[in-house]
């Protein structure tokens, strides 16, 4: 008999490690640079921008703060922050990006706004519109401007001027990649969570874009009301244990997921590898059990995480 | 000849008060109250809820934090937020604190969401549901239960249970109260908001619900383009200065405006004297040189914050 | 036989309170305001004349943020800080103020300097130099003033002029309340600190000086080397369990220590309460195990806080 | 007639630049590294560990935080902070380094303390206790443990262990480097000093210990008091332009000033740079009008940061 027929195991620092699969989903994405006279000001429009952006089912779009930028990594010499964004289509993509840039960055005192991802730009790539279509707020005061081949408009406001690039390029992304921390109690799985936030939140290319970037409402598709086509995944919710078919042992008291999505695959795997390491080397032997990951068998979203493969 | 014909003169520090007055609007509002495990996790929620919500044009509400609140001033004796919310229509208003709760505090570890305006129930005020929708996330698995008079859900979730309140009362409330702080440079602009709003964050029943509290992208109504319903100010856009009629002379360079939105006229009259105070004491003779108010000649909005009544 | 010769028994929400006491000590007190231009530049000087504070062992004062001030409740209007300061003796106390207040407060942009004790002011109270010392810096062009019977000083500086109050009372105050945490793992022992430092936040009169409010090398009298005063607490290191007679179950396996400065017994029995309640009601039944005290057996320190009898 | 004869003159966006220079002194240096389970727990040590730490004159030692650290940045692989300490002697600098770490990380929940000099580790450098002092805490129960070539110390607490490494190089650094921003206004001085701190906040190898980076009361040597070594720098003070020899023009109202230690020249002139630059792009031409430096004839420091000669 051969031993290949056997469940494989893996553990890190004590932390059991299941043998599946986190299922992700093609998305649209870019990448938005928000700059400001400083870092106060760039982060007020930011944190407006990508407020109420944790999911595309209610919200249309997915949208998180991705890193700060020193003044020597933005176009304009000036701090700020990059932005990542996702949506289930470009045109969903297209309509968000411009509310939200109209509502939260054109208001906000001497922001400008840039494309992120000019590296990338080629002709496989579409473009959305950005000051394209912000100009006209100008009422026809609005002077367009081209520099290195790039084209800006400047439109004026009652601080001066706001200066945002005509158009950003749209690129391919992927949606939901995800792990599940499964804790002996609910402080446990709290901290681990932290912890795995906190050192993803370094990582290149990958948003957690819920609260505090962890979702504890997990859900199972369909539900008992026709309406619904999602509702709480009872397997892992502890106190329906002894009501549902649970996947809690006695001893697994609370559970909380990191959802990510990225601009490849790449990125997605490392952040949760890195995740996952930091929480278990963190809480391993003190309270987190076991990490899992989200999938719907594999039917859904063509992009499947491995957890025994990324993390071996 | 009587002094009456005579224009009202009022100055505060030797900062010019215009006589004129905001213009603002009806809509309806209601409060929220978020509470979690510590501040950390009920900011998080409340953060992601509030977020896009600086204009009904485009976000559909103008929401905002109101005021940190400790455990003893919260109904389940934990940390928390309240949370002030506007739009043009009770169904409006439904519609989005249904989703933004859904997607923001629903998913967000050890939260639980309340009304925080039982004291103002009457017979007269609307209802808009709030755990009456969100309760079908629990799959049939959620609890109704009863605490004086108040009737709550008790969701399942994967860090224990979602207690949510059943339902939410709708008030009348007020939007767009306001006032621009006219500056010779846009740091005495940025610095005089930045007082003014830190001013009225301690003043109860309003919110300034863009982003750090400000705007720099003032509008009037309509536009050389048929599409666009309102547009730059170019009025008080000093790059216009000499191309528009501008409101500007050659010394005032900057202009920034403070938009309210309160649960009464009250609130608003208060927090525009405060914070129109606050900026005329730190900055007069430093470089703030008037504050004024927008309006549209009083034909759009039933309320008018006159600034000489409210200051003097 | 009586009951009475049976030890008592307390538990919150399934934590077991030790029958035991905190054991405090005599300190003299103090009560500063510091205010400034807006909150931003109030808390850089409070952040730094507040740091390095945590016991006055090697600090000599144990100074912390009491709470944020609106500009209703300062002085001169401005928004602020109130800072509460411990020292051993009055002399050591007036030393490290005014050394606090030349590095960090006078040096600050737009701040201003204030007893918070006016109100307690009576012919028993000692006063502390403030203004009477730092005025020097002025170089002679210091210029004293009168208000309301309090003596202040206004000290040219480059952004203005520095005004400070001419003295401040001193108090008697009681430094050392204490209540530590004991969980059955790291995790909870921290997220259990957390919500009870949280919750005394909102505490007056109380201040926790360490870092974030926790301590987590707690110490008892004397050590095997003749130069220490002190060492670790090795009755309740986890990792000494089977080394030395400790007071911690095979189940517990990480404790964490809540030090408390108050200026009178009722704020530090308050704040024990309210914190030890939050936590207990946070996590009973998920790790938290047990909630105890610090002493020397009562013979160093005056002020015995007796849990059961604050906690019933 | 040669050109060489006439003053130098440069100005940057409008913004006078003065051909003068800041003096800096020889200081004693080294770089700590705090690592902790997540960066909130982190911050707390270093914010306490460096607080009250602006100046020698009282405080005996020049302190902050350089950067944030990701895990992958850190010894241990958690996430954390660089510090840069600077005092006037190897002694001082020993002494107060134990007792910060002492009392601020060694209490602190969860951290660790490093050394963050290894690279420069040679047979010149001396090496200042850490470990080496702090281990007697753990009363006999520490225990050494040599790791590529290091050695550290692991001391029960009760949360677990303190790691501490066993001592750290020191190394030759700068104190005093510095520029001052002559402004019209108030507001003006605080956005500038602002944008030139958020600038540098990103620069290696240097700190600006001042509340915020920035100082208010810069000095002169020298006072009409004896006991005074330093008092007020009248010639900068607006209140005073009438009363002294001043060197503000009627339309200089406030100057701040920051102040920069580094650990070599370039470190400084590079962060001289920054700052300035970007104070100037953004408020030349807004009310920033000069930009000078400190120095006391060239006769007290040996390091002097020629402005031309930087911003050229």
């Not at 494989?8 to 990448?31: P, Q, Y």
């Not at 800006?152 to 992304?173: A, K, S, T």
Request: some cysteine; proline content about 4%; charged content about 20%.
């Amino acid at each position: 008999m051969s031993e290949s027929n056997q469940p494989a195991s893996l553990s890190i620092n004590g932390v059991e490690i299941e043998d599946t699969f986190a299922e992700a989903f093609d998305m649209k994405a870019t990448r938005l640079i928000v700059t400001a006279i400083d870092h106060h000001w760039a982060r007020q429009a930011v944190s407006a921008m990508s407020g109420f952006g944790t999911s595309v089912i209610d919200c249309k779009i997915e949208i998180d703060i991705e890193r700060e930028l020193s003044g020597e990594e933005t176009p304009d010499g000036r701090p700020g922050y990059a932005v990542l964004a996702f949506a289930m289509s470009g045109g969903d993509l297209e309509k968000q990006i411009i509310k939200r840039s109209g509502q939260c960055v054109l208001t906000c005192p001497t922001t400008a706004l840039f494309s992120g991802l000019e590296a990338e730009r080629d002709s496989t790539n579409k473009r959305m519109a950005l000051g394209k279509t912000l100009r006209f707020f100008g009422d026809g005061h609005q002077i367009s401007k081209w520099i290195d081949g790039q084209r800006y408009w400047r439109i004026p406001v009652m601080d001066g001027e706001f200066l945002c690039q005509h158009d950003v390029p749209r690129i391919d992304g992927i949606g939901g990649g995800n792990f599940l921390l499964v804790a002996s109690s609910l402080p446990v799985a709290l901290n681990a969570a932290k912890v795995a936030v906190d050192a993803i939140a370094e990582s290149p290319g990958v948003i957690a874009p819920f609260p505090g970037g962890v979702v504890r409402s997990g859900s199972k598709v369909g539900s008992k009301y026709k309406a619904m086509i999602a509702s709480t995944n009872d397997a892992y919710c502890p106190t329906l244990r002894g009501v549902v078919d649970s996947k809690l042992s006695s001893r697994q008291n609370a559970v909380l997921e990191v959802v990510l999505d990225g601009v490849d695959f790449e990125s997605i795997a490392g952040a949760i590898a890195t995740g996952v390491k930091a929480a278990c080397q963190a809480f391993g032997g003190q309270g987190l059990l076991a990490v899992t990951a989200g999938n719907y068998g594999g039917k859904l979203g063509r992009h499947h995480f491995k957890l025994h493969e990324i993390l071996r």
